[in-house]
């Protein structure tokens, strides 16, 4: 059982835009800025936005981020097939003195 | 270029050890914190351990602490993870994982992985 939840898939089509939820708790997400992760099949994670909404260079602006209170969303327009991959929320948790994860969510594209 | 290349996997019987070791390159090793995270077969991320550029903060998921230990040797750019009493549901990919300067939890690069599978 993760400390984030994350829905466990989602599915789009080329060029329709989806988002990704991440709930969490005052301790993570309510009190630490959130990470993003993208993971494609059979690679190391890759980071994909950082405190709440900023984008690594290299990142395409295609892939944006926004936190509220204790939960955050990712959203990706323009859905291209290449972006099919499971996507990871994280923050640090001032409860348990460490990083937290969600479950993962698996993008599908149709 | 930064580099992040694990090391020290295999198989190990279940109560064994292990050490895993991350060479790095491309960047000032001790200016950065560095994390271990993990990936079961088929399951998602798993944070295990972070330590401080210096060496001298440590930071352990329940589910490790007390038997492992990450450690660094700047003079080596090495990073490591001494793994003791492991059990089944320690078998995992294990990445090494750099932070962003100033933050213990924005991982921007990370290695390809060490597979490490605890079985009999």
């Known amino acids: 059982q993760s400390v984030l939840t994350q829905p466990p898939s989602a599915s789009g089509t080329p060029g329709q835009r989806v988002t990704f939820s991440c709930s969490g708790s005052s301790s993570n997400i309510g009190s630490n800025t959130v990470i993003w992760y993208q993971q494609l099949p059979g690679t190391a994670p890759k980071l994909l936005i950082y405190?709440?909404?900023q984008r690594p260079s290299g990142v395409p602006d295609r892939f944006s981020g926004s936190k509220s209170g204790t939960s955050a969303s990712l959203a990706i327009s323009g859905l291209q097939s290449e972006d099919e991959a499971d996507y990871y929320c994280s923050a640090w948790d001032d409860s348990l003195n460490g990083l937290v994860f969600g479950g993962g969510t698996k993008l599908t594209v149709l | 270029e930064v580099q992040l290349l694990e090391s020290g996997g295999g198989l190990v019987q279940p109560g064994g050890s292990l050490r895993l070791s991350c060479a790095a390159s491309?960047?000032?090793?001790?200016?950065?914190?560095m994390s271990w995270v993990r990936q079961a077969p088929g399951r998602g991320l798993e944070w295990v351990s972070t330590l401080n550029g210096g060496g001298g903060s440590t930071y352990y998921a329940d589910s490790v602490k007390g038997r492992f230990t990450i450690s660094r040797d700047n003079s080596k750019n090495t990073l490591y993870l001494q793994m003791n009493s492991l059990r089944a549901d320690d078998t995992a990919i294990y990445y090494c994982a750099k932070a962003l300067a100033g933050s213990y939890s924005r991982l921007d690069y990370w290695g390809q992985g060490t597979l490490v599978t605890v079985a009999s």
């Open positions: 491309g960047f000032t090793f001790s200016s950065y914190a």
């Open positions: 405190s709440n909404n």
